[in-house]
């Protein structure tokens, strides 16, 4: 179980690192679904391993993480198309 949720960590922290990283060198947009999705990824992943350790401090900042890609996703979301005028 150790390894797992170790990976499990892991894997959190590169989905977090490969959103900021496509954002900063404009391979993504920051209002992109790919990029609040792997920040969503990440940062769940990351709230299961920081609970697993017990760093409640960073489970906290994770949990925020979350909340805000959670709410910036679903404006994306819900957003609806512009229609286009002739």
Same mark, same amino acid.
């Given at each position: 179980?150790?390894?797992? %949720?170790? $990976? *499990?960590?892991? &894997?959190?922290?590169? +989905?977090?690192?490969?959103?900021?990283?496509?954002?900063?060198?404009?391979?993504?947009?920051?209002?992109?679904?790919?990029?609040?999705?792997?920040?969503?990824?990440?940062?769940? %992943?990351? $709230? *299961?391993?920081? &609970?697993?350790?017990? +760093?409640?401090?960073?489970?906290?900042?994770?949990?925020?993480?979350?909340?805000?890609?959670?709410?910036?996703?679903?404006?994306?979301?819900?957003?609806?198309?512009?229609?286009?005028?002739?």
């Amino acid at each position: 179980m150790d390894l797992f %949720l170790e $990976v *499990i960590g892991w &894997i959190g922290s590169i +989905a977090v690192l490969l959103a900021y990283g496509l954002n900063s060198y404009q391979k993504i947009g920051s209002d992109s679904i790919l990029f609040y999705g792997l920040n969503l990824a990440g940062g769940l %992943l990351l $709230v *299961i391993y920081t &609970i697993y350790k017990e +760093a409640y401090p960073n489970t906290f900042i994770n949990v925020c993480w979350v909340l805000v890609a959670l709410i910036a996703l679903g404006k994306v979301l819900m957003k609806t198309p512009d229609k286009k005028e002739p």
